[in-house]
C-alpha cells in the first residue's frame, strides 16, 4: 500500500515507552475475550477481569521494551516500530477525511475525530485499565482507539497476517466502533 505523500492525523497520543515491561499475544487477548464472555453470562460481577488479563498477557508473544533505561531516559523505538506507528497515523487520517465526507453527505452532522493512543504494555482509559493482550479497542468512555503496535507483529508471527491491508483494517474496524458510537448504534447495542 502506497501511502507516499499522506498525511499524519494529529489526533495521535503516543504513550509507547510510558509504562513497564509487558507481554502481549493473540493467545492471551482470545483468551481475555473468552473469559470476558463468561464471566457475562455468569453474572461474574465480583470477577477482576483486568487482573485476570493482566496475568494473561504474561503467557508469551512480544517481549516490550521498558518504558525508560536505568539512567531513566527514554527507550528508542526499532525503525519497524517508528514505520509501524507512522503507517498507523496514516490510515488514521485517512479514516478521518473518508468519515467527514461520508457525515457530510448523510446530513449525520459533522464528523467527530477520534484519537488514537499508541502504547505498550498497558496504559489507562476511561473504560479501565487497556493491556497489549486484549489486541487494539475502542473505549467510547474518551472516544479513542488504543493500539500496541506489538499487535501488528503478533498478527504476523502467529497467524501470519503481514501486510498493510491487515493492519490498516485493524484500524478501520476501531475507527468502525467509533462510527458506530457517534451514530447511536453502539449505545443500542449496550443496552439490550
Known sequence: MDLDGR??????????????GA????G????GIIIAL???????????LGSILGQMGNMGGIEMQQGTDNNG???????EEQELASFSK????????????????QGLGEYRDPKMVLYSGMTSTACGQGQA?????????????????SFFMSMKQQLGADGDFSYAYVIAHEVGHHVEYL?????QIHSK
Open 28 to 31: 492471551g487477548g482470545i483468551m
Open 73 to 79: 531516559e527514554p527507550v528508542e523505538f526499532s525503525a
Open 7 to 20: 498525511r499524519e492525523s494529529t489526533n495521535v497520543e503516543d504513550r509507547r515507552g510510558m509504562s513497564g
Open 38 to 48: 463468561i464471566a457475562m453470562f455468569m453474572g461474574g460481577g465480583g470477577l477482576d
Open 23 to 26: 507481554k502481549a499475544g493473540l
Open 90 to 105: 496514516k490510515i488514521l487520517g485517512g479514516t478521518e477525511d473518508i468519515w467527514s465526507q461520508i457525515f457530510e453527505q
Open 133 to 149: 493482550a486484549m489486541g487494539p479497542f475502542y473505549c467510547s468512555g474518551d472516544q479513542s482507539l488504543y493500539l500496541d503496535l
Open 183 to 187: 451514530t447511536g448504534v453502539l449505545q
